[in-house]
T-cell receptor, first 114, second 114 residues
Framework: GAGVSQSPSNKVTEKGKDVELRCDPI?????LYWYRQSLGQGLEFLIY????????KSGLPSDRFSAERTGGSVSTLTIQRTQQEDSAVYLC????????????FGPGTRLTVT | QKEVEQDPGPLSVPEGAIVSLNCTYS??????FMWYRQYSRKGPELLMY????GNKEDGRFTAQVDKSSKYISLFIRDSQPSDSATYLC??????????????FGKGTLLTVNP
């Protein structure tokens, strides 16, 4: 079956602009996660969505970052007023079970802020 | 001390060699241990998923967890050039029910030479 899909695959933006990144989880997966992979930092947890429950936003690095999940499926991660330090690969993952450590990742969106 | 330590390599081996990849960790609450393979400019692919201590085998791959030593390993037998990738260890715990927050090592870059 289809895996997690993300779009765009690459995004170049100017400092100060807003960007939206999209994630489509695996069909039937109830939980969705966003991570960031920065050079030298490894993968860092950003946010977790499960059904209609309030998301766990504890990993978001600043209030310029926000995310939503509509209809329990597609999710968008929005970064406002982008900064150069936001340059990274943003990865989305999903899991069949809620609160699961067995997560399947998408290909990521490579964001470059110039 | 970082929560998860992983030798970044690079590690270069001849085809057919047995590869040993390792991570150490400091958080005794970790209960779930994963190994991901990440090809260049792709998302992480879940290879092995284990709970608590012990061994798990899947084809040419064997994952070992030693919770007493806070040490996990991934062995690859009969390594192939297609195994050339970055290998990431990840782990999570039951602390506060947030076992979905994966903590990653920074990855080991493996090259298998034909």
């Amino acid at each position: 079956g289809a895996g997690v899909s993300q779009s765009p695959s690459n995004k170049v933006t100017e400092k100060g602009k807003d960007v939206e990144l999209r994630c489509d989880p695996i069909s039937g997966h109830t939980a969705l996660y966003w991570y960031r992979q920065s050079l030298g930092q490894g993968l860092e947890f950003l946010i977790y969505f499960q059904g209609n429950s309030a998301p766990d936003k504890s990993g978001l690095p600043s209030d310029r970052f926000s995310a939503e999940r509509t209809g329990g499926s597609v999710s968008t991660l929005t970064i406002q007023r982008t900064q150069q330090e936001d340059s990274a690969v943003y990865l989305c993952a999903s899991s069949l079970a809620p609160s699961s450590s067995e997560q399947y990742f998408g290909p990521g969106t490579r964001l470059t802020v110039t | 001390q970082k929560e998860v330590e992983q030798d970044p390599g690079p590690l270069s081996v001849p085809e057919g060699a047995i590869v040993s990849l390792n991570c150490t960790y400091s958080n005794s609450a970790f209960q779930y241990f994963m190994w991901y393979r990440q090809y260049s400019r792709k998302g992480p692919e879940l290879l092995m998923y284990t709970y608590s201590s012990g061994n798990k085998e899947d084809g040419r791959f064997t994952a070992q967890v030693d919770k007493s030593s806070k040490y996990i390993s991934l062995f690859i037998r009969d390594s192939q050039p297609s195994d050339s990738a970055t290998y990431l260890c990840a782990m999570s715990g039951d602390s506060g029910g947030s076992n979905y927050k994966l903590t990653f090592g920074k990855g080991t870059l493996l090259t298998v030479n034909p």
